[in-house]
């Protein structure tokens, strides 16, 4: 399998989940929408303190509800070459990457660009005739690793994501 198939594949597992959960959710709550974005008060783990929520309901006192997706995509680990990067890859699951630079460390202002496009907190892109944001739900950058929940973003979010880090200067990625 390819590497581009491998993507495809875990964003599809993922999305089938998502939307059979969201129509879940919306049968068992008379109020409520997915993918709502909220801006956390105070110091968050999330990049920005923005995090876009699976599924809040609001009947009552209100909640959060998110997806644990039952299935994901298994493979033995994979080596990937991007440009002068290279890449194993031994887990993907859309809703939780992990990506970890083996030589430079990370800071949260070398994925502003990226996260304006693909979290779109202004929500310039929004298209209200789409079931879906095509945005991804959170993510947290510590020196260490980059963690992200693709949520409903397009394959491209990933490569794009990618790329920045080979744009950075990194040469050694693990992707779990």
């Given at each position: 399998m390819e590497?581009?198939?491998?993507?495809?594949?875990?964003?599809?597992?993922?999305?089938?989940?998502?939307?059979?959960?969201v129509?879940?959710?919306?049968?068992?709550?008379?109020?409520?929408?997915a993918?709502?974005k909220?801006v956390?008060?105070?110091d968050?783990?999330?990049?920005?303190n923005?995090?876009?929520?699976?599924?809040a309901?609001?009947d009552?006192?209100?909640?959060?509800?998110?997806?644990?997706?039952?299935?994901?995509?298994?493979?033995?680990p994979?080596?990937?070459?991007?440009?002068?990067?290279?890449?194993?890859?031994?887990r993907?699951?859309?809703?939780?990457?992990?990506?970890?630079?083996?030589d430079?460390p990370?800071?949260?202002?070398d994925?502003e660009?990226?996260?304006?496009t693909?979290?779109?907190?202004?929500?310039t892109s929004?298209?209200?005739?789409?079931?879906?944001?095509?945005c991804?739900?959170?993510?947290?950058?510590?020196p260490?690793q980059?963690?992200?929940?693709?949520?409903?973003?397009?394959?491209?979010?990933?490569?794009?994501l990618l790329?920045?880090?080979?744009?950075l200067g990194?040469?050694?990625?693990?992707?779990?």
């Amino acid at each position: 399998m390819e590497f581009e198939e491998l993507l495809e594949l875990a964003r599809d597992s993922y999305v089938d989940q998502f939307v059979d959960f969201v129509d879940k959710q919306a049968s068992l709550h008379d109020q409520g929408a997915a993918e709502v974005k909220f801006v956390i008060d105070g110091d968050s783990e999330f990049y920005r303190n923005y995090y876009c929520t699976d599924f809040a309901s609001n009947d009552g006192e209100g909640q959060i509800i998110e997806l644990a997706p039952d299935e994901e995509v298994t493979f033995d680990p994979v080596e990937v070459s991007l440009g002068e990067m290279d890449m194993t890859v031994s887990r993907l699951v859309w809703n939780d990457v992990t990506i970890a630079s083996n030589d430079r460390p990370l800071q949260g202002g070398d994925f502003e660009e990226w996260f304006e496009t693909w979290f779109d907190p202004e929500e310039t892109s929004f298209d209200p005739d789409t079931r879906f944001s095509a945005c991804i739900h959170s993510l947290r950058v510590t020196p260490e690793q980059l963690t992200v929940d693709l949520g409903t973003a397009p394959v491209t979010a990933l490569a794009d994501l990618l790329m920045r880090f080979e744009s950075l200067g990194c040469r050694s990625l693990t992707v779990s």
